[in-house]
């Protein structure tokens, strides 16, 4: 079963405005981690956040981490056309070789 | 660096047919992963091999499925006899140990069993 738990599901905003996606999580983990995917690829790692971390920033991405929730949300400053994707929360359970991904938001960006 | 290759990228076969998916990981990289995605169940791991040997086999949907891993650099997917329920997306990923479980994608072989 999928540990990470992305909302929304689906998003569709103007170029320019700023899109948030939150994700949720069950277990103890040693990081999560957010990736893209266009249509028809493969996964991009965007950006990685380690549980004793609170928030972290890569350009236009900003990734917060509160792990007494369990959750984590993905900010897109600035958004563009080219945003337009799916973004998966993926997380790396304690103890765990592997990562258990969520079932992503679609993000649409308008032009 | 060429990235994670799979082959091939789409495959059309007949429901009863063997299928074998074929991935190239990252140079260097020592763990390699075998997902499976559709719209219904997104994104599952099948199973994961570190330095060529399977370490969690788990998420294989049933005995129709089998993975190897003969050296650092190649591992296949096999399906025999392939249903049609069975058509998805499969990539390939693979990792370095020291990259904090990073993750580099393929691109993914495209499977319809008709």
């Known amino acids: 079963s999928q540990q990470g738990e992305e909302d929304p599901q689906a998003l569709s905003i103007q170029e320019g405005e700023n899109a948030t996606m939150n994700c949720s999580y069950k277990?103890?983990?040693?990081?999560l981690q957010w990736y893209r995917q266009n249509s028809g690829r493969g996964l991009v790692h965007l950006i990685l956040?380690?549980?004793?971390?609170r928030e972290k920033h890569s350009g236009r991405l900003r990734v917060t981490l509160d792990t007494s929730k369990k959750s984590s949300s993905l900010l897109i400053t600035a958004s563009r056309a080219a945003d337009t994707a799916s973004y998966f929360c993926?997380?790396?359970?304690?103890?765990?070789?592997?990562?258990?991904f969520g079932q992503g938001t679609r993000l649409t960006i308008n032009p | 660096d060429a990235g994670v290759i799979q082959s091939p990228r789409h495959e059309v076969t007949e429901m009863g047919q063997e299928v074998t998916l074929r991935c190239k990981p990252i140079?260097?990289?020592?763990?390699l992963f075998w997902y499976r995605q559709t719209m219904m169940r997104g994104l599952e791991l099948l199973i994961y091999?570190?330095?060529?040997?399977?370490?969690?086999d788990s998420g294989m949907p049933e005995d129709r499925f089998s993975a190897k891993m003969p050296n650092a650099s190649f591992s296949t997917l096999k399906i025999q006899p392939s249903e049609p329920r069975d058509s998805a997306v499969y990539f390939c990923?693979?990792?370095?140990?020291?990259?904090?479980?990073?993750?580099?994608f393929g691109p993914g072989t495209r499977l319809t069993v008709l």
């Open positions: 990923a693979s990792r370095t140990e020291t990259s904090y479980n990073e993750q580099f």
């Open positions: 277990t103890s983990i040693n990081n």
């Open positions: 956040i380690r549980s004793n971390e």
């Open positions: 993926a997380t790396d359970p304690a103890g765990a070789q592997k990562l258990v």
């Open positions: 140079s260097g990289h020592n763990s």
């Open positions: 091999f570190n330095n060529n040997v399977p370490i969690d």
